[in-house]
T-cell receptor
Framework: GENVEQHPSTLSVQEGDSAVIKCTYS??????FPWYKQELGKGPQLIID?????GEKKDQRIAVTLNKTAKHFSLHITETQPEDSAVYFC????????????FGGGTRVLVKP | NAGVTQTPKFQVLKTGQSMTLQCAQD?????MYWYRQDPGMGLRLIYY???????DKGEVPNGYNVSRLNKREFSLRLESAAPSQTSVYFC???????????????FGPGTRLTVT
């Protein structure tokens, strides 16, 4: 089955700096790659996603890049703010196979004011 | 819309006890999922239901059973709880929305289960 690895497990950045989280996946059939943000005591919430026919996608301060050849994708957060502090998860799925998500282990991001 | 709701929020069980975690969604989604979240391991899929009347095993199904009661509700049952099942359990739902082609999974707030 699919295996998703995520790095780093923790990331501390100064407010205003950028944060980058990287994920690799093993199944070349995966074609949907969402990123979720989880705040303390809450369920994960989708912040951005990318499909395999796209190389990059941006939404304000958040961007995701996908390299299908190398089977890795990354989340970039620019101009970080204290409210960006949370745990971030990457995931991969094959949409034709029931959209079952395989998650990475998570990255705890701390933005220091 | 309440989205995805889960009950209970917290539960403590003794080894060998049974319980059912409830999940309901009001977004008219066809697909529903149960995940468990353990420290450092992300979320792992236990069972899913692609549509009403169907259920399938995920990555870690042992020790669990599920029931898709109707389109709205998907329950997870622990027949004989074990300490290894101490975890946070999340229910999610999703659908293909015609035209938007979104696959987003919407998550509930979770149930924190401790088995002693």
């Amino acid at each position: 089955g699919e295996n998703v690895e995520q790095h780093p497990s923790t990331l501390s950045v100064q407010e205003g700096d950028s944060a980058v989280i990287k994920c690799t996946y093993s199944d070349s059939a995966s074609n949907y790659f969402p990123w979720y943000k989880q705040e303390l005591g809450k369920g994960p919430q989708l912040i951005i996603d990318i499909r395999s026919n796209v190389g990059e996608k941006k939404d304000q301060r958040i961007a995701v890049t996908l390299n299908k050849t190398a089977k890795h994708f990354s989340l970039h957060i620019t101009e970080t703010q204290p409210e960006d502090s949370a745990v971030y998860f990457c995931a991969a799925s094959i949409k034709a196979a029931g959209n079952k998500l395989t998650f990475g282990g998570g990255t705890r991001v701390l933005v220091k004011p | 819309n309440a989205g995805v709701t889960q009950t209970p929020k917290f539960q403590v069980l003794k080894t060998g006890q049974s319980m059912t975690l409830q999940c309901a969604q009001d977004m008219n989604h066809n697909s529903m999922y149960w995940y468990r979240q353990d420290p450092g391991m992300g979320l792992r899929l236990i069972y899913y239901s692609a549509s009403e009347g169907t259920t399938d095993k995920g990555e870690v199904p042992n020790g669990y059973n599920v029931s898709r009661l109707n389109k709205r509700e998907f329950s997870l049952r622990l027949e004989s709880a074990a300490p290894s099942q101490t975890s946070v359990y999340f229910c999610a739902s999703s659908d293909l929305v015609s035209g938007l082609r979104t696959y987003e999974q919407y998550f509930g707030p979770g149930t924190r289960l401790t088995v002693t």
